[in-house]
């Protein structure tokens, strides 16, 4: 008889330790902000992207009233700083491997929701022709059209708790870091470019366009009031070469030039250039500075690209003698990097 009466002190005081702990874990969780449900981080400087494809859904709905553009497009187009576009205000939702069958999920959620942009920019890069290039990785909720998971749940987890414990110290996960304001910039401490190393993606096959344009048809039926924008991201000219050397460049341009056809305005920031042919703008040839990223946000809506190349102002046949003249321009600086 004794030991009953102290039961139900035991079980209260058990649940009393199970609530302090689960809210303590949210509290730590809702301050640090993984998962940017509450605006992101608020007792640091930074804020990682564990999970961009859950993360950049739940800040967007947070303040989708806010802006009249979308961005999309894989870890290259997430360094595009989204207030350099002129007259636009811009949410990026680009994020790592990014795939335009992905990007047309998004857009039709974000679309159920009565977003209307009047501007989509879409990343083109060199891996969205290849069949190499892993597969597309849509979140359940967001091919049902359903509701994230709540807050309240996803911070009482052990998972979302070692998300905010690697913030708290400063590990992150990608290469890639996320200001308080959202600007994507390249982690500090990353290495120096070195031209003579391959880029994996850069070098993983032929290219094959024709049944992957179609995901451009798919944006525009989604925002058919939507000026449709699409740019391929700097790459190292060095990549470039490599492509004309594994005799892949004629196919890669005719790529580009397909795709341009499905957009009102098509702008290759990666054709060899001032920008591309300087291994200080990036550490890896692919993912490029804050300044080079800022000179493709202020000058992608403009005519005035001293080195872009306005793709639907030419032919393919003239795009890819454009590219062999920039290659042959830049020829002596592509021999030094490769230390030949």
């Not at 996803?154 to 979302?160: G, K, N, Q, R, V």
């Not at 998300?163 to 120096?192: N, W």
């Not at 190292?236 to 580009?256: C, I, N, T």
Request: hydrophobic share 45%; charged share 20%.
């Amino acid at each position: 008889m004794t030991m009953n009466r102290y039961i139900p002190g035991y079980f209260a005081a058990l649940v009393a330790t199970v609530l302090a702990c689960a809210g303590a874990v949210f509290a730590v969780n809702a301050a640090v902000d993984p998962m940017w449900y509450f605006g992101g981080n608020k007792v640091g400087s930074v804020n990682y992207a564990f999970n961009e494809r859950l993360s950049k859904m739940n800040l967007f709905l947070s303040r989708q009233d806010e802006y009249d553009c979308v961005i999309f497009g894989d870890s290259r187009a997430t360094l595009l700083p989204a207030h350099w576009i002129e007259g636009h205000r811009c949410f990026n939702f680009a994020f790592s491997a990014g795939k335009a069958e992905e990007a047309v999920a998004y857009a039709r959620y974000i679309a159920d929701r009565g977003f209307r942009p009047k501007l989509v920019i879409m990343g083109v890069p060199a891996s969205a022709f290849r069949d190499k290039i892993g597969g597309a990785v849509i979140p359940p909720f967001i091919r049902e059209l359903d509701e994230p998971k709540p807050a309240l749940i996803a911070y009482l987890s052990f998972d979302a708790l070692s998300m905010s414990l690697r913030t708290l110290v400063g590990s992150s996960p990608l290469d890639r870091i996320y200001t308080l304001d959202f600007e994507c910039r390249v982690a500090p401490g990353a290495p120096d470019y070195d031209p003579a190393k391959p880029i994996p993606d850069m070098m993983a096959g032929r290219f094959t366009a024709t049944h992957r344009v179609k995901f451009y048809d798919d944006m525009r039926s989604i925002f058919p009031e939507a000026k449709l924008v699409g740019y391929v991201p700097p790459v190292s000219a060095w990549a470039v070469a490599g492509y004309e050397k594994a005799g892949w460049l004629p196919e890669y341009v005719a790529a580009l030039h397909l795709a341009s056809e499905k957009f009102n305005r098509f702008v290759d920031f990666g054709i060899p250039s001032s920008i591309t042919i300087d291994t200080r703008n990036t550490y890896d040839g692919t993912h490029y500075s804050v300044e080079a990223n800022r000179i493709v946000a202020e000058t992608l809506l403009r005519s005035d690209q001293a080195d872009a190349l306005d793709v639907k102002r030419f032919d393919a046949e003239a795009m890819l003698a454009i590219y062999r003249e920039r290659l042959n321009s830049y020829r002596d600086q592509l021999t030094a990097g490769l230390g030949n």
